[in-house]
């Protein structure tokens, strides 16, 4: 499921914050910019594989159908739970709303509402992002042996 690579480095410098917004525990910011990453990248290929299918996607529902490309108004719902856990932290619950601009079905630049949020009774690391670019990988990352 996992086939759409999400561009974050620049957002991640943002992520890396020692403010009232992270909780008193002792949250390394490697830690917490890792964390983000991951729940970022999650989202952003969720919500382009429901996009991009005709199929149901586990967790995800399109809100807002890309018909055709450009389409500036895209929408999905992901719900978190058990069967949709996140890839660092395990089973979490709440809900990311992911809207966006599709330049294809393959290509899009997103923004995500993390609502709710929990990972094993904490909040996320994340609360929004915007201008995510999420693109496939120009080619597999091939194994050295």
Known sequence: ???????????????????SNVSSTDIHPVEV???SAAELGF?????MNAMSTSTSV?????????TSYPCNNGSVTITLGSECPLTIGGAATGAVTVTGSWTSSTSATLSST?????????????????SLTATP?????????
């Open 58 to 66: 586990p967790c995800a529902q399109v809100t807002q159908a890309c």
């Open 137 to 145: 990988p120009a080619s597999p990352n091939p194994v050295s042996t």
């Open 33 to 35: 910019a890792i964390a």
């Open 43 to 47: 989202v952003a290929s969720t919500a």
């Open 1 to 19: 499921m996992l086939r759409f690579v999400a561009a974050v480095p620049l957002l991640l410098a943002g992520c890396i914050s020692t403010g």
């Open 114 to 130: 993390f609502t709710n949020v929990q990972v094993g009774g904490t909040s996320s690391v994340v609360a929004s992002a915007t």
